[in-house]
Nanobody, 125 residues
Framework: QVQLVESGGGLVQPGGSLRLSCAAS????????MGWYRQAPEKQRELVAT???????NYADAVKGRFTISRDNAKNTVLLQMNSLKPEDTAVYYC???????????????????WGQGTQVTVSS
C-alpha cells in the first residue's frame, strides 16, 4: 500500500516561509501526478498546486507567484515552497498522489488517488 507522509508544517508569521515535504513509500513503480491541497476550517478542500511526472505544474490563483511545487521522481517526493505567507493560507495541507503504480509479488497494482494525513500550517502574528 502506498503511504504518503507530510512534514514541514507549523506556525509562521505573515510574510514568512515554510517548506512542506511529502514522501511516498511502498513498492512504487511510478506516480503520474503529485500535489498539495488544503482545507481551512469550515471550508472545502481546495487545490493548491500539482505537478506531473513530466514536470507540468498547475497552481491555484491564490498562491501563484508565492508558492513553488517541485518533485523528485526517483525519490517519490514532492515539495511545496511557500513564501510570503498570509493569514488566509492557514489550513491543513494534504499531500496527494494520483495514478500510482506498484509492483509486488509478481503483480502490478494501481491506485487512482492516495492522500496523506495532513499537516497544519498556521500563519499568524
Amino acid at each position: 500500500q502506498v503511504q504518503l507522509v507530510e512534514s514541514g508544517g507549523g506556525l509562521v508569521q505573515p510574510g514568512g516561509s515554510l517548506r512542506l515535504s511529502c514522501a511516498a513509500s511502498g513498492s512504487i513503480v511510478s506516480i503520474n501526478a503529485m500535489g498539495w491541497y488544503r482545507q481551512a476550517p469550515e471550508k472545502q478542500r481546495e487545490l493548491v498546486a500539482t505537478i506531473t511526472k513530466s514536470g507540468s505544474t498547475n497552481y491555484a490563483d491564490a498562491v501563484k507567484g508565492r508558492f513553488t511545487i517541485s518533485r523528485d521522481n526517483a525519490k517519490n517526493t514532492v515539495l511545496l515552497q511557500m513564501n510570503s505567507l498570509k493569514p488566509e493560507d492557514t489550513a491543513v495541507y494534504y499531500c496527494n498522489a494520483e495514478g500510482v503504480s506498484e509492483y509486488s509479488g509478481g503483480y502490478y497494482y494501481s491506485r487512482r488517488s492516495s492522500w496523506g494525513q495532513g499537516t497544519q500550517v498556521t500563519v499568524s502574528s
